[in-house]
């Protein structure tokens, strides 16, 4: 079976001192070799932040390096700075937070500066298939736009919904109309076609109508 | 649509829609097929129906006021939600639980976790067209609700975890009702087995259906039961130890296959090794605090406030404020009874959280669904869904 290499390797327990030593270890290469700096914000934890650029890199490196194997993409999160108490940077930042399945004192999360005339990251969904559904949440509650993603679509919120809820510009209480369903079959129909498949012709009843698609059914 | 196979055959396949209000979508998704004939060709989903901007409305309130929001999350284990929020919080504040409230967080965690499992397997029994064992496992599911309405006040979005501690202490008589849930679950687990593990129907429709090797599940960021039923022993119980789990005397479930059967049968052997750990909790519930001793984090009692003039500072500057929780950022992850519950909270030193993200450990199996289930037939992709525990509350938030 070909997993059953996986297994030789049982995980350890994840002690501070061993969390301490990944820090200690890993720090310091990426600080020579990606320009990283360890984030005081983060007091309780490891965190790094790196330049949009570097991105692509450090988790590579991190993800097939021998020694460490992070091989596990948790979650890709953003943040929104307007307003932040005493905070002058970028506006934005997204998070990476990763981990070593197999030796969970090996928990890394990477930072990521987005400013807002910008608000470019590249995406990673080609290094972990997971950050393809991730990124397009951030980029659908903040707005940040991940270069080179195959699929940027909302995840969360219907196609036809204005505006990104999660910056902190967005009111809470703000109300929007909204009826429709994301339109599947042009994504299936790509999945059909990365399969080796070759579309020919369409029922004609399932060709989108793209006005009344997007502008939704409820009128208001 | 007619298309051309990949070995040159000329194929007509029909797009199908599944949910999202459907029999076994088990809450609100929808994911959509390429049929040819009855197999799976194709498949894409879409999530957000229940999209409820939890991550939004968290930013709203006190940090205290996240927790009845963390029950709407996993609704089917709505108090483990509750602890570990109140954990990622607790390690920024950097207090230490009293012994009472770190037990009764393990026994409640282990309960509910039982109730999660034995919902998803109940479900998935339910699906297969066994009604049987759906009723086996309600069983004990429906005491654990009985003991949830009795410590809580309600059944479903319950909370009983606070920042600092928990609402308030057991009822008389907890310790034996644990203990008959305990001996039911035991009951109901051989029933269950019986009913399942030489049946010809289970067994055909479970096995090699909806298979997933342990690196692609790393791939894509499984965790949990499902990331174990393909054989990888991870579980944040053993790895990063909280409330003392370390002291308890238990073992991580794999599987081998992670297929759809494995996925369940990780679920009832857990249920199993949950039933170990309350039991031996139990022997350490002793009398004592159940909050930390701190009236800028856990609201004083009332026989406090009227007495002692700290006690009532405490109580409006912790209610009106909220608790100042150090600024900063933090990630925390708990291991509950679908996988990693990841909080990322980032604090402005105020009263309120500046950024609460949820990672729920039921999007990434949802994400991968298509790779699932391409290549078998329509009514196993209903098996396969029902073993993944998608629970759209928390996919969604």
């Given at each position: 079976m070909s997993h059953c290499e996986n297994r030789v390797e049982t995980p350890v327990v994840a002690t501070a001192e061993a969390r301490q030593e990944f820090a200690e270890k890993v720090l310091p290469i990426l600080e020579s070799r990606f320009g990283a700096v360890r984030d005081e914000d983060d007091q309780w934890g490891f965190t790094v932040v790196v330049d949009g650029a570097q991105l692509r890199n450090v988790v590579l490196f991190l993800r097939d390096g021998h020694e460490y194997r992070v091989n596990m993409l948790l979650d890709v999160v953003g943040v929104d700075y307007l307003g932040f108490k005493d905070y002058t940077g970028p506006r934005f930042a997204v998070e990476y937070a990763l981990k070593s399945v197999y030796n969970p004192s090996r928990r890394i999360r990477i930072k990521v500066r987005v400013s807002e005339t910008d608000c470019k990251v590249p995406t990673i969904s080609d290094l972990f298939p997971i950050a393809n559904w991730q990124e397009r949440e951030v980029w659908d509650q903040y707005g940040i736009v991940f270069e080179n993603h195959p699929d940027l679509r909302r995840l969360l919120n219907h196609a036809e919904f204005q505006g990104h809820p999660l910056r902190k510009d967005y009111p809470a209480h703000k109300r929007q109309w909204l009826s429709t369903n994301d339109f599947l079959l042009p994504e299936l129909e790509a999945r059909l076609e990365a399969k080796g498949y070759k579309i020919i012709s369409r029922s004609?009843?399932?060709?989108?109508?793209a006005e009344e698609y997007l502008t939704g059914s409820i009128k208001q | 649509m007619i298309v051309l196979a990949p070995n040159g055959e000329q194929q007509s396949l029909m797009p199908l829609n599944v949910g999202?209000?459907?029999?076994?979508?088990?809450g609100c998704l929808r994911y959509m097929t390429a049929l040819d004939g009855e197999n799976i060709v194709a498949s894409v989903g879409e999530i957000g129906y229940l999209h409820r901007g939890f991550e939004k409305m968290a930013e709203q309130g006190t940090w205290q006021q996240v927790i009845p929001y963390t029950d709407r999350l996993n609704y089917c284990s709505a108090l483990m939600n509750n602890f570990a929020y109140c954990r990622a919080v607790e390690q920024m504040l950097g207090i230490d639980l009293p012994e009472r409230a770190k037990v009764l967080r393990v026994i409640i965690n282990e309960l509910s976790r039982i109730a999660d499992h034995f919902i998803c397997v109940a479900a998935a029994a339910q699906d297969l067209g066994s009604t049987t064992g759906f009723f086996y496992l309600f069983d004990s599911r429906e005491m654990i609700m009985v003991i949830w309405e009795k410590l809580t006040g309600a059944r479903l979005t319950n909370s009983y975890g606070r920042i600092g501690g928990l609402y308030r202490d057991t009822y008389t008589g907890f310790e034996e009702d644990v203990l008959a849930v305990c001996r039911q679950v035991d009951k109901n687990l051989h029933d269950v087995h019986a009913c399942f593990d030489r049946n010809r129907i289970f067994l055909d429709r479970t096995t090699g259906v909806g298979k997933i090797s342990a690196e692609r599940a790393i791939q894509w960021g499984w965790t949990g039961p499902c990331l174990r039923a393909?054989?990888?022993?991870?579980?944040l119980r053993k790895d990063e130890p909280y409330f003392d789990y370390e002291t308890y005397d238990w073992d991580v479930t794999v599987g081998s296959e992670g297929d759809v059967f494995d996925r369940l049968m990780v679920r009832l052997a857990e249920a199993e090794e949950s039933c170990k750990i309350i039991k031996q909790a139990l022997k350490r519930l002793?009398?004592?605090?159940?909050?930390?001793?701190?009236p800028r984090i856990r609201v004083p009692d009332h026989a406090h406030t009227y007495q002692d003039m700290e006690s009532l500072i405490g109580r409006f500057k912790t209610v009106y404020e909220g608790i100042h929780v150090p600024a900063g950022e933090y990630y925390s992850g708990s291991e509950v009874a679908n996988g990693e519950l990841g909080f990322t909270l980032v604090s402005d030193g105020s009263g309120k959280p500046w950024r609460v993200k949820v990672r729920p450990p039921c999007l990434t199996q949802f994400a991968v669904f298509h790779e699932l289930v391409e290549g078998v037939l329509l009514a196993d992709s209903m098996a396969t869904l029902s073993s993944l525990n998608i629970i759209a509350g928390e996919l969604d938030r």
């Amino acid at each position: 079976m070909s997993h059953c290499e996986n297994r030789v390797e049982t995980p350890v327990v994840a002690t501070a001192e061993a969390r301490q030593e990944f820090a200690e270890k890993v720090l310091p290469i990426l600080e020579s070799r990606f320009g990283a700096v360890r984030d005081e914000d983060d007091q309780w934890g490891f965190t790094v932040v790196v330049d949009g650029a570097q991105l692509r890199n450090v988790v590579l490196f991190l993800r097939d390096g021998h020694e460490y194997r992070v091989n596990m993409l948790l979650d890709v999160v953003g943040v929104d700075y307007l307003g932040f108490k005493d905070y002058t940077g970028p506006r934005f930042a997204v998070e990476y937070a990763l981990k070593s399945v197999y030796n969970p004192s090996r928990r890394i999360r990477i930072k990521v500066r987005v400013s807002e005339t910008d608000c470019k990251v590249p995406t990673i969904s080609d290094l972990f298939p997971i950050a393809n559904w991730q990124e397009r949440e951030v980029w659908d509650q903040y707005g940040i736009v991940f270069e080179n993603h195959p699929d940027l679509r909302r995840l969360l919120n219907h196609a036809e919904f204005q505006g990104h809820p999660l910056r902190k510009d967005y009111p809470a209480h703000k109300r929007q109309w909204l009826s429709t369903n994301d339109f599947l079959l042009p994504e299936l129909e790509a999945r059909l076609e990365a399969k080796g498949y070759k579309i020919i012709s369409r029922s004609k009843e399932v060709v989108p109508d793209a006005e009344e698609y997007l502008t939704g059914s409820i009128k208001q | 649509m007619i298309v051309l196979a990949p070995n040159g055959e000329q194929q007509s396949l029909m797009p199908l829609n599944v949910g999202p209000s459907h029999g076994a979508t088990h809450g609100c998704l929808r994911y959509m097929t390429a049929l040819d004939g009855e197999n799976i060709v194709a498949s894409v989903g879409e999530i957000g129906y229940l999209h409820r901007g939890f991550e939004k409305m968290a930013e709203q309130g006190t940090w205290q006021q996240v927790i009845p929001y963390t029950d709407r999350l996993n609704y089917c284990s709505a108090l483990m939600n509750n602890f570990a929020y109140c954990r990622a919080v607790e390690q920024m504040l950097g207090i230490d639980l009293p012994e009472r409230a770190k037990v009764l967080r393990v026994i409640i965690n282990e309960l509910s976790r039982i109730a999660d499992h034995f919902i998803c397997v109940a479900a998935a029994a339910q699906d297969l067209g066994s009604t049987t064992g759906f009723f086996y496992l309600f069983d004990s599911r429906e005491m654990i609700m009985v003991i949830w309405e009795k410590l809580t006040g309600a059944r479903l979005t319950n909370s009983y975890g606070r920042i600092g501690g928990l609402y308030r202490d057991t009822y008389t008589g907890f310790e034996e009702d644990v203990l008959a849930v305990c001996r039911q679950v035991d009951k109901n687990l051989h029933d269950v087995h019986a009913c399942f593990d030489r049946n010809r129907i289970f067994l055909d429709r479970t096995t090699g259906v909806g298979k997933i090797s342990a690196e692609r599940a790393i791939q894509w960021g499984w965790t949990g039961p499902c990331l174990r039923a393909t054989g990888v022993a991870s579980d944040l119980r053993k790895d990063e130890p909280y409330f003392d789990y370390e002291t308890y005397d238990w073992d991580v479930t794999v599987g081998s296959e992670g297929d759809v059967f494995d996925r369940l049968m990780v679920r009832l052997a857990e249920a199993e090794e949950s039933c170990k750990i309350i039991k031996q909790a139990l022997k350490r519930l002793q009398p004592g605090p159940i909050n930390v001793d701190d009236p800028r984090i856990r609201v004083p009692d009332h026989a406090h406030t009227y007495q002692d003039m700290e006690s009532l500072i405490g109580r409006f500057k912790t209610v009106y404020e909220g608790i100042h929780v150090p600024a900063g950022e933090y990630y925390s992850g708990s291991e509950v009874a679908n996988g990693e519950l990841g909080f990322t909270l980032v604090s402005d030193g105020s009263g309120k959280p500046w950024r609460v993200k949820v990672r729920p450990p039921c999007l990434t199996q949802f994400a991968v669904f298509h790779e699932l289930v391409e290549g078998v037939l329509l009514a196993d992709s209903m098996a396969t869904l029902s073993s993944l525990n998608i629970i759209a509350g928390e996919l969604d938030r």
